[in-house]
């Protein structure tokens, strides 16, 4: 599944003509994924995804796929965390992927969660990540379901 989620990655990126630094995080963010192995022609292809090592966060960024989403990604977090900073410190993406793999069964994604120094519960609903997400996440309300599932 990660594969294919690369590839679909690599080819909306090949329509762009942009850094593959973003498509392997894009990939790496999927819920599940440890690894990342795409395939290489030689040493340029090498040289090129060897950039991910060195990437600043701002340039491991996908938010801008947000900008040609599907229809049924739209209002889906990705965990890109565009959004953030978050004023009360929440690792916005972090929290919205270990819900969505508890919700999937996995029981560490919780175990995780619990250990998070910020939580759902410290959201002050200010709009803030509302306001950035390009994916039309409504976020300050996932915060108030997220809290709930876990109580926390
Ligand atoms: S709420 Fe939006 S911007 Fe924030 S992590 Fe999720 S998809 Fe990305
Ligand atoms: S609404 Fe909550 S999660 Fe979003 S930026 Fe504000 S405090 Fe952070």
């Known amino acids: 599944m990660w594969q294919a989620g690369l590839m679909a990655?690599?080819?909306?990126?090949?329509?762009?003509?942009?850094?593959?630094?973003?498509?392997?995080?894009?990939?790496?963010d999927r819920p599940g994924v440890l690894t990342v192995l795409p395939g290489i022609r030689g040493k340029e292809d090498l040289k090129e995804l060897l950039k991910y090592v060195d990437a600043t966060p701002e340039e491991k960024d996908y938010s801008i796929i947000g900008e040609f989403a599907p229809a049924d990604v739209t209002g889906k977090c990705v965990y890109c965390n565009h959004c953030m900073p978050c004023p009360m410190n929440l690792d916005i993406g972090?929290?919205?992927?270990?819900?969505?793999?508890?919700?999937?069964?996995?029981?560490?994604?919780?175990?995780?969660y619990m250990n998070l120094d910020k939580t759902a519960k410290d959201c002050i609903s200010?709009?803030?990540?509302?306001?950035?997400?390009?994916?039309?996440?409504?976020?300050?309300s996932r915060m108030k379901v997220i809290k709930e599932y876990f109580g926390k």
């Open 94 to 112: 972090l929290i919205n992927k270990y819900y969505d793999l508890s919700l999937a069964g996995d029981n560490l994604a919780k175990d995780h």
């Open 9 to 28: 990655a690599y080819s909306i990126k090949k329509l762009r003509q942009e850094d593959r630094v973003q498509c392997i995080q894009y990939a790496l």
């Open 126 to 140: 200010c709009g803030h990540c509302n306001s950035r997400c390009q994916f039309s996440v409504d976020q300050m």
